[in-house]
């Protein structure tokens, strides 16, 4: 795997772990877990604790998680769907009779899911006490960090949109407005919720004074929540799905997930030359937007909560299939309505904040983790006195009756979120691109930069990418760094191609870690947002 003329720094060399996040404090967090003697589990926890302090827009203890953890000593793979259900008491017919006909507010919030997420992982795999592990996220909540310049600029916004929410005004803007960067930012409230789960682990949330906070604004505003909704919940440890490219095998998570749209964009793309295209060609873009048509038309009308319908994963990522769909796919002329497979969507949402990140550790153990809010600050909506904004994941179900991924009580809502792994001859890399439903598509760029074009995984990151987040038409997003040359030839094949920034936002931010055949490991981080990956230092004090 080698450097690309467009990469923006080196990879992160070491023997010993490596953390790589969105935010520079957050990777620094699970490091110092690393050298305290965690592992990457420990670690990855406590840095998506820091992310949800120090990048709050995006992931949060108000949000959702999943992760992928290939654990070095048995060299199994493990799933965990920690998304959260609806109340009980929430369904169609309730919000229909109050004139409900989109879900916003406290009706978009589904129980969340990643304080569960974390007693999980770390009572399955973790070698510390959360104690230990949240120290970083509860010292830069209650003593306050300097806001970085990416996350200020998206904080800003959402400061003006969200002024209004219950309690978000008090507990998350200066003044009324977002923190500039550079500004030093506190939140002595969620310094106390994150104690109180260090104290009391999944208890501290799920029960007590934070389960109550919800509940209570639940009331105030119409909702539905219950205690009970909230200490019964439960994650799933789930398998990942696989399929194979070109030799090497890629690893997601099963639905109420969509990452099977990346597996069956790779299995379409396998059956062309990409490598002969060239790299970022019309020939080899214009394939893969045909394959993301495909893909996700197919989640659309399949996918949601597998337990609540029947979803023939299989079928969906089967050669078999993608033999048929790929010859949908016309060499010169793009398809502005690709039908779903023979084997209904739902309402659009806004999903474009979350996190992404990775940890390794010198045993090799991986951890792929992303978690999100849905939106920026999800709902906004702060249950009084915690410090933290619920999210707004349920605004993806469909309140049309009859479909896989209609509202129900309890039901989990089709998700954007997806972690994922890759394997061949020993190397294994841990892996993700944030951002709605630009991640399956980013995910299959992400694995033909380095399988078809021989990139290292900073490279395969760095590179531009396309988008496409709407489910009809021809419209396709590129970065400019993709010259004006090859926008001028998707364009006379039928795609209406707008360009945007370099290193844009809309593209999702990616992290990613290798360990080699040789016990080497590698990590690999985002230009397009403030983090880095951080390696644990040597044991030398």
């Known amino acids: 795997m080698q450097r690309t003329p467009l990469q ?14 969105s935010q520079t404090l957050a990777s620094q967090a699970g490091a110092l877990v690393l050298e305290h003697g965690g592992n990457a589990i420990d670690a990855a926890i406590a840095a998506n604790a820091t992310l949800g302090v120090v990048q709050p827009g995006s992931n949060g203890i108000g949000g959702d998680l999943f992760a992928i953890v290939y654990e070095a000593r048995s060299g199994k793979l493990y799933g965990l769907n920690a998304s959260g259900w609806t109340p009980s008491g929430l369904t169609i017919e309730y919000l229909l009779a109050k004139g409900v006909k989109q879900l916003r507010g406290i009706h978009a919030v589904t129980v969340p899911g990643a304080v569960a997420g974390w007693d999980a992982l770390r009572r399955r795999f973790g070698s510390m006490e959360f104690a230990k592990i949240l120290a970083p996220a509860i010292y830069y909540a209650g003593n306050g960090y300097p806001v970085t310049e990416m996350i200020a600029g998206g904080w800003i916004g ?35 919720s994150l104690r109180r789960i260090a104290a009391q682990g999944r208890d501290g949330f799920y029960k007590g004074a934070t389960a109550d906070a919800i509940v ?58 990409l490598r002969q295209y060239g790299h970022n060609s019309a020939k080899a873009l214009h394939v893969m937007i045909e394959a993301k048509k495909l893909a ?21 990522i089967s050669k078999e299939l993608a033999a048929g769909r790929s010859q949908q796919i016309r060499p010169d002329r793009a398809v502005c309505d690709a039908p779903p497979s023979k084997l209904d969507a739902f309402a659009s949402a806004e999903w474009n904040d979350t996190i992404y990140m990775s940890a390794i550790d010198s045993d090799g153990n991986i951890v792929s983790l992303i978690q999100s809010l849905s939106s920026s600050f999800g709902t906004g909506f702060v249950p009084p ?9 349920g605004a993806g179900f469909s309140l049309e009756p009859g479909k896989p991924n209609s509202l129900a009580p309890r039901k989990r809502p089709l998700h954007t979120i997806i972690p994922a792994f890759m394997e061949k001859d020993g190397i294994r890399i841990g892996f993700g691109i944030m951002g709605g439903w630009n991640q399956a598509q980013a995910h299959a760029q992400f694995v033909s930069n380095l399988v078809d074009f021989g990139m290292n995984i900073q490279s395969a990151i760095d590179v531009p990418r396309f988008t496409k987040l709407s489910f009809g038409g021809c419209d396709v997003a590129v970065e400019s760094r993709i010259s004006e040359q090859v926008r001028k030839e998707l364009t006379a094949m039928g795609h209406v191609v707008t360009a945007q920034a370099p290193y844009s936002g809309s593209m999702g931010r990616g992290q990613a870690v290798l360990r080699d055949s040789h016990g080497v490991n590698y990590a690999a981080s985002d230009p397009r947002g403030d983090g880095s990956a951080v390696p644990e230092g040597p044991p030398v004090f």
């Not at 949109?161 to 219950?166: E, G, I, K, Y």
């Not at 038309?297 to 994963?313: C, E, H, M, T």
């Not at 006195?385 to 994941?393: D, I, P, V, Y």
């Open 8 to 21: 923006t720094r080196s990879m992160v060399t070491t023997k010993f772990g490596i953390v790589a996040t």
């Open 296 to 316: 996700y038309a197919d989640l659309l009308r399949y996918v949601g909560d597998p337990k609540f319908s029947r979803i023939q994963v299989k079928a969906l």
């Open 385 to 393: 006195h915690t410090g933290f904004a619920l999210h707004n994941r």
């Open 158 to 192: 959402a400061a003006k949109r969200l002024a209004d929410a219950p309690n978000f005004r008090q507990t998350w803007t200066l003044d009324g407005r977002g923190p500039r960067a550079g500004e030093m930012f506190r939140n002595p409230d969620l310094a106390n």
């Open 216 to 273: 209570q604004l639940s009331k105030e505003t119409g909702g539905t929540f219950t205690l009970a909704d909230l200490e019964q919940f439960q994650p799933e440890w789930i398998d990942p799905i696989s399929t194979t490219y070109r030799g090497w095998t890629v690893w997601e998570l099963p639905p109420n997930g969509h990452g099977m749209a990346a597996l069956s964009m790779l299995n379409m793309m396998e059956k062309f030359p």
